[in-house]
């Protein structure tokens, strides 16, 4: 390490996320809307003055494990449990719907007179491909805005929680059967198997660890830190062999983990301490380097229309995808509205899919701005419209579900600060 | 960013820094010891499980920052000022006697029979280069483990403080002048300007920064979280103009933007904030860095000889040197001791300016390997050392200076505690 250009490029992150995020509350939007502007603003898209290199990507992938692990902290187990099989049904309307959208957009625009691709798979391969990449939701940037809102713990935040880690999976299965056909070296009954190994491990190491941590914990309960940092350790490990052993994303290895721990005595204690982790240093970063990653592409009339549709057609298959779903598994009307607004982002996820495909000839490389685009507004029209949809208050009768406990949870929160604090005293 | 082998490399770094710092407080040992020997063990001079790498490295050089702004923040101003004089003789000794201590080892060793050198200076200017090499203090150990033993805020503890900044100083003024023989760009009158320059900016820039801060904080005083982003961004700031603008460590620019700090209403709050990042995931990396840096070198006979007499030379001229400078300045006797031990850890400044001198020709290869010796043994025998000078409790006459302070500081931390979480709820 030779130069100190990082804690330069730390200093703007944490000013200009921060300092706009009060700008976007101003304008009655979530301050995550301003982070993601931060980048875009700052980054190479447009003024330039910091750049995306290997120490903030690393930062912010460490930042939304971290995020994901406190999350599952704070998920009720239980609650989750119920809402699986309707989560399950909402991830897969959820996958369906918008790799049906994306492949009949691709067919009509993939094409020599239209826009010609050169890469080396068959068209319907191709076409099949971008309806894939809009199948992958990012749900960090939806639990940031519900957290920030108070409600990520109602029946909606859970619905959204597991379809998305549900969401994840069936995105895995799309990708390797469609790279299958042209890699010869994937095999995609080899892949469920890793995936459904991955499910007994984290079941197995989850259970090894919450005994062994709770005969600990009494012998140690007083030394607080020690908690904190073998939860940290912990999580850290799950997201490791989630993703370098299993092929399955480190954000669920990390979210399981956090589940696991959700059930210990010292949960909301060490909860707080990565809050603290969070906001003052790691999600700045993560949200920052999702716009240091854009760089706005040549575009020609063609793109643009083909920008726009992907765009439209990427937001509309998720809100109708999940929402038909949450609604056929009995879901009120707006909390069904809510679950399709919360899947709509796509984030890095879509932009790794895209890359890998670029490898493997599955997607031309005029199509990769496009993409890019459709990342950038899915990402922050997100949580906008969740304070819209979260907003709106249904008649009082339905209330009781989604908004009664979100009124509920900042009481119930003060109140477990309070009783904590005097404990520790 | 392709390999998530970082989850991996930093659950390992957080694991083991903490069960070997427990392990070393079984032994009455402060925690830092354990955590420094993680990196030694786990690292490529040991078993080999993790690599250094770059974002180990820039994680690690923001973790001593963080450190040191944190440091600043809990520093009294008044008490720092007080001890301004007796600090600079103190730094004056302490870089005075080890550079003359050096000089003479290397001049006995550094012979064409003994350890034969392949640098290109003249041998003078080779032997005086390997005292210059002891003159460099790394203070952040010694502020950790008095932070552990609940020491920091004593009048050892600040003369310390005074003494590293100022030796830091020295430093960087008896390396340019080495470096000005040999390489003709270096300009003496030039450094010392931008030195001057440094203090002067700082001024200003604390100033300016103060008043505003406090305009603001009145504005926003409710809103706590971005009290501590913005002291983020000041330090960051504060540290990159430090190094980069002016040659100055960034350490030393971020412990004046916590002195900054120091004074304004929400520092405790804020330090407390710092504290959670330091040791849920800054400190562990430090520390394991600086164990993770070393590589141990092929040795024979002479080097391991040399090696002892350069490990023995190192710390007592320190002790010896700043000891004296305390005594003369009028502390008690074992405040001369605890300030003199407190000096002798030299960590990876020694390591930076040995890399620096090897490319200009004035250190032989052969040379290098006992240099990371002495930084390692300086390194992990300072706290140890600490430990010992510091339990030694003098007649009680002689303990309202240093440990009546002391005694009392862990006391006013809990009521301060107190009644934060009060005015919080």
């Not at 198997?193 to 989850?206: D, E, Y």
């Not at 600990?216 to 007083?222: D, F, T, V, Y």
């Not at 009339?301 to 929402?323: D, N, Q, R, Y």
Request: charged share 15%.
């Amino acid at each position: 390490m030779e130069s100190y250009s990082f804690l330069f490029d730390l200093a703007i992150i944490i000013l200009t996320t921060k300092a706009l995020g009060i700008i976007s509350n101003k304008f009655h939007m979530p301050q995550v809307v301003g982070a993601l502007l931060a980048g875009l603003v700052f980054g190479p898209a447009c003024i330039g003055v910091i750049q995306n290199n290997d120490f903030i990507e690393i930062t912010a992938e460490l930042g939304v494990v971290v995020l994901m692990f406190s999350t599952g902290m704070e998920t009720d187990i239980k609650e989750l449990k119920e809402s699986g099989k309707s989560s399950f049904f909402i991830a897969l309307c959820g996958v369906l719907v918008p790799l049906i959208g994306g492949f009949l957009v691709a067919q009509y625009f993939n094409q020599p007179d239209r826009i010609p691709s050169d890469a080396s798979s068959t068209l319907f391969l191709q076409n099949l491909f971008i309806g894939v990449i809009l199948t992958a939701t990012s749900v960090s940037i939806t639990v940031e805005t519900l957290k920030e809102l108070g409600r990520l713990k109602t029946r909606s935040g859970n619905a959204i929680l597991g379809a998305a880690i549900i969401d994840d999976i069936l995105g895995i299965v799309a990708l390797t059967v469609i790279t299958s056909f042209t890699d010869s070296s994937v095999n995609i009954v080899f892949v469920l198997l890793k995936i459904l190994a991955f499910f007994l491990f984290a079941a197995v190491a989850g259970v090894c660890f919450y005994k062994l941590y709770s005969w600990w914990s009494e012998l140690a309960h007083r030394e607080l830190h020690r908690h904190v940092v073998f939860a940290f350790a912990f999580c850290l490990l799950m997201a490791y062999c989630a993703e370098e052993l299993f092929g399955v994303a480190d954000i669920t290895g990390a979210f399981i983990a956090g589940l696991v721990l959700s059930g210990t005595k010292k949960s909301h204690y060490i909860a707080a301490k990565f809050d603290v982790l969070s906001y003052l240093y790691l999600s700045p970063i993560f949200f920052a380097s999702i716009g240091l990653k854009v760089a706005l592409p040549e575009m020609t009339g063609t793109i643009v229309a083909f920008s726009l549709v992907l765009v439209v057609v990427a937001v509309l298959t998720k809100i109708v995808g999940c929402g038909v779903g949450a609604k056929i598994c009995g879901l009120e009307t707006y909390e069904s509205q809510r679950v399709g607004v919360g899947m709509v982002s796509r984030g890095e996820v879509a932009l790794i899919v895209a890359s890998k495909g670029a490898a493997l000839g599955l997607l031309g490389s005029d199509f990769i701005g496009p993409i890019v685009i459709m990342v950038v507004i899915t990402t922050v029209i997100t949580p906008i419209l969740l304070k819209i949809v979260y907003k709106k208050d249904p008649d009082m009768i339905s209330t009781i579900d989604d908004d009664g406990f979100a009124k509920n949870y900042e009481i119930q929160e003060r109140l477990r600060q309070f009783s904590q604090t005097h404990s520790k005293i």
